[in-house]
C-alpha cells in the first residue's frame, strides 16, 4: 500500500503566490522526501528532511515535518510556471527505507 | 555523472505476451527501485535490492512479476503473462546512500498492454 497521502489533489495559484503542499502518512518513518514530475517525465528529488528535524529550506523550498501527526508540508514560495508539476511526498521507514510514495498533488502556476 | 538508463521507453504488447524491462543504475549505487505508476497515481514500489539481495518486495505480484540484480549492478524487472491493467510506466531508481535514500530515477519504460 501507498504510504503517504498528498492533499491538495490539485492547486492552480498566479505566477508569484505561494504554494503549501501537504502530505500524511501512516508509520514511523526515518525520513521524508518531496520529488517533482514534470508531465511525461522522471521524479527529481527537491527536498529531504529526517525524523529528528522540524524544518528544512533549499531555495524557494522550505519542509516541515510533525511526526507527532505524522503529517508535512511543502512549500514554494514565489511560484513560477515553471513549477507546474506533480508533487509527490516519499517515506521512507526505519526497518529497511524502502520509500514509498503518495499519489501526489497536481500543482498548476498560471503566468 | 551518467544518470539511471532504461530501456526499452516505450513498448506495446498484446496481454498474455510477456515482456522485460533492463535498468542500469549510477555506478556505485547500492540500492535499486523498480517502481510502476499507473496514470495519474503515484509510483508503487515493487521491488527494493541492496546490491544483489532483495530488501522488500511485498508488492510485488509474484505470480506475474520478477526481477533480479544478479552481479548487484543492473537489473530486469519481467512481466509474464501481461495483463491489461499491467499498462503503466515502470520506473526504475538508484540510491548510493542507505540512511537517507535520496533516489536518482530513470526516464521510465511505458507498457501498454492490449
Given amino acids: 500500500s501507498q504510504q503517504g497521502e498528498e492533499d491538495p489533489q490539485a492547486l492552480s495559484i498566479q505566477e508569484g503566490e505561494n504554494a503549501t503542499m501537504n ?27 529526517r525524523s529528528n528535524e522540524r524544518e528544512n529550506h533549499s531555495g524557494r523550498l522550505r519542509v516541515t515535518l510533525d511526526t507527532s501527526k505524522k503529517s ?15 508533487y509527490f511526498c516519499a517515506t521512507g521507514r526505519f526497518a529497511n527505507n524502502d520509500m514509498r510514495f503518495g499519489a501526489g498533488t497536481r500543482l498548476t502556476v498560471k503566468p | 555523472e551518467a544518470g539511471v538508463a532504461q530501456s526499452p521507453r516505450y513498448k506495446i504488447i498484446e496481454k498474455r505476451q510477456s515482456v522485460a524491462f533492463w535498468c542500469n ?14 496514470l ?11 546490491n544483489n539481495g532483495v530488501v522488500d ?58
Fill in chain 2, 57 to 114: 518486495d511485498s508488492q510485488l505480484p509474484k505470480d506475474r512479476f520478477s526481477a533480479e540484480r544478479l552481479k548487484g549492478v543492473d537489473s530486469t524487472l519481467k512481466i509474464q503473462p501481461a495483463k491489461l491493467e499491467d499498462s503503466a510506466v515502470y520506473l526504475c531508481a538508484s540510491s548510493s546512500d542507505p540512511g537517507a535514500n535520496v533516489l536518482t530515477f530513470g526516464a521510465g519504460s511505458r507498457l501498454t498492454v492490449l
Fill in chain 2, 40 to 50: 495519474g497515481q503515484g509510483p508503487k514500489l515493487l521491488i527494493q535490492f541492496q
Fill in chain 2, 25 to 38: 543504475p549510477i555506478s556505485g549505487h547500492a540500492t535499486l527501485y523498480w517502481y510502476q505508476q499507473i
Fill in chain 1, 23 to 49: 502530505c500524511s502518512y501512516k508509520t514511523s518513518i526515518n525520513n521524508l522526501q518531496w520529488y517533482r514530475q514534470n508531465s511525461g517525465r522522471g521524479l527529481v528529488h527537491l527536498i529531504l528532511i
Fill in chain 1, 72 to 86: 508535512s508540508s511543502l512549500l514554494i514560495t514565489a511560484s513560477r510556471a515553471a513549477d507546474t508539476a506533480s
